[in-house]
């Protein structure tokens, strides 16, 4: 049981080059999310899925775009990369249990943009 | 708006001894729930421990406790016994309403970094 994993770990682009975050989830998870994170912040919620086949903006969705290709499956589409996007990524995804919904974050993915 | 706020950017304490990280809360809404994560240097977030706002006792996890101040707004975490493995950051976050339908949001405080001296 991997829970949940991202790829890559770390990527470097230039200015304009597009790019697909990958997220996984082996946990049978309804709900999945994309957070970025930057120096001396916490998480900033980018996109969510509550279930498969929606997808809903977050706090910060300009300059992403995401696919909820299946259950298990939570991309995250950068289509023209800008300096403003270097960040550290995060993936999670949520089940209810006990009458409260946690969230389980993958690794993080370290995005520079030059 | 929901806001999430650690006043203290870094903190440290003695291995063995107990530590207070404080998280205070603003929400209109009368249910939301508060959430800690511990953020190590590796970079992954760990869920430690859940407080819902309608729970009248505080929340435990073994060595950490949720110092839960409904009328102060404030959701402290407390980590009793400190170990050297608990230096990280940590995170408050809180729920939005509804609780429990899928899809729920968090909005995260700015973290605290917890060093433990030896």
Redesign the interface.
């Known amino acids: 049981n991997a829970g949940v994993t991202q790829t890559p770990k770390f990527q470097v682009l230039k200015t304009g080059q597009s790019m697909t975050l990958q997220c996984a989830q082996d946990m049978n998870h ?2 999945m ?1 994309w957070y970025r994170q930057d120096p ?6 980018i996109y ?4 498969e086949g ?1 997808t ?1 903006k ?1 706090e910060v969705p300009n300059g992403y775009n995401v696919s909820r290709l299946n259950k298990r499956e939570f991309s995250l589409r950068l289509e023209s990369a800008a300096p403003s996007q270097t960040s ?1 990524y ?1 993936c ?1 995804s ?1 089940e ?1 249990s006990g ?10 993915t ?1 995005l520079l943009v030059l | 708006a929901q806001k999430i706020t650690q006043t203290q950017p870094g903190m440290f304490v003695q291995e063995k001894e107990a530590v207070t990280l404080d998280c205070t809360y603003d929400t209109s809404d009368q249910s939301y729930g508060l959430f800690w994560y511990k953020q190590p240097s590796s970079g992954e977030m760990i869920f430690l421990i859940y407080q819902g706002s309608y729970d009248e006792q505080n929340a435990t996890e073994g060595r950490y406790s949720l110092n839960f101040q409904k009328a102060r707004k404030s959701a402290n975490l407390v980590i009793s016994a400190s170990q050297l493995g608990d230096s990280a950051m940590y995170f408050c976050a809180m729920r939005e309403p509804p609780l429990y339908n899928q899809g729920g949001k968090l909005i995260f405080g700015q973290g605290t970094e917890l060093s433990v001296k030896p």
């Open positions: 309804n709900s999310y001396g912040m916490g998480l900033r919620l969510y899925s509550a279930s929606t809903d977050g550290v995060f999670a949520s209810a009458g409260v919904e946690t969230q389980y974050f993958g690794p993080g370290r």
